[in-house]
């Protein structure tokens, strides 16, 4: 029971801080490293890095190379082990982590579902959601179709961990959940890695249309499913080893 009540090796959200509102000009990572635990490895070395606002930056790399480590940061799971985080000059670790947190979505492979309408899915953590909302975000995530046909549209229950629905129906969902949040910062970590190549054609055709003038960080495994973003950045062992965009680094 002592063990359970000390706070020793244990993390808290924190509280308070400056409210964020809106992302202005960009996220600077400034001579970040990361360690999981004190004694730990280095999972992020020597991170400069530089998202501006109504770009799309691309991470790609190996397993643990350290590309996910940069959404543990982003998200306020995680303070730099040394190093600087800034949003529009100042701090995260100075803002307010929860209406930091609220202006973020994130889909990732392993979309949660919960037993509920997809509706409610849709709209879940959000209060007084209009339907015609929710329509239009999944117009933009490209799911109204699917959604139409199904009997009960937008009220019908999608089953434990959304079993009734396929795993590109999954993800579009999990879109349609992020974009109706307006977020000024998306991010897609390894969203279409699990997808065949018809949906993940359909999920990447949504996600090309919502980026549009958007901030978004992708997060993928292979070259090939990012070669829209306006850069790449090839991680190894947590480093940077490559910048460029597509054609750039097919060139080298």
């Known amino acids: ?30 001579g970040i490293q990361l360690r999981y635990q004190a004694d730990g490895p ?48 100042v701090e995260l670790s100075s803002l307010d982590l929860a209406s930091w947190q609220q202006r973020i979505g994130v889909v990732s492979q392993d979309t949660f ?4 309408s997809i509706a409610a899915n849709i709209a879940y953590g959000l209060s007084d959601v209009a339907e015609a909302d929710v329509m239009a975000a999944c117009t933009a995530a490209q799911c109204a179709g699917f959604i139409g046909s199904l009997p009960d549209g937008l009220n019908t229950l999608v089953g434990e961990r959304g079993y009734r629905l396929s795993g590109g129906q999954r993800q579009r969902l999990a879109l349609a959940r992020a974009i109706l949040r307006n977020p000024d910062l998306l991010i897609l970590d ?15 055709r949504a996600i090309d249309r919502f ?28 480093r940077i080893v490559q910048r460029g965009t597509h054609a750039d680094l097919l060139a080298d």
């Open 1 to 30: 029971l002592n063990g359970l009540l000390t706070d020793a090796d244990k993390t808290y959200v924190r509280q308070g801080g400056v409210p964020f509102t809106s992302l202005k000009r960009e996220i600077r990572f400034e």
């Open 42 to 89: 280095l999972a992020l070395q020597d991170l400069d890095l530089s998202i501006p606002r109504g770009s799309t930056v691309a991470l790609v790399g190996p397993s643990g190379a350290g590309k996910s480590s940069i959404a543990d940061l982003l998200l306020g799971l995680y303070d730099p082990s040394a190093g600087h985080l800034l949003i529009d000059g």
């Open 113 to 116: 579902l919960f037993n509920a």
């Open 190 to 204: 390894e969203a279409t890695s699990a997808l065949d190549s018809q949906n993940e054609r359909l999920v990447q």
């Open 211 to 238: 980026q549009t003038n958007r901030t978004v960080l992708v997060i993928a495994h292979r070259l090939s499913t990012v070669q829209h973003a306006d850069r790449i950045l090839v991680f190894d062992q947590g």
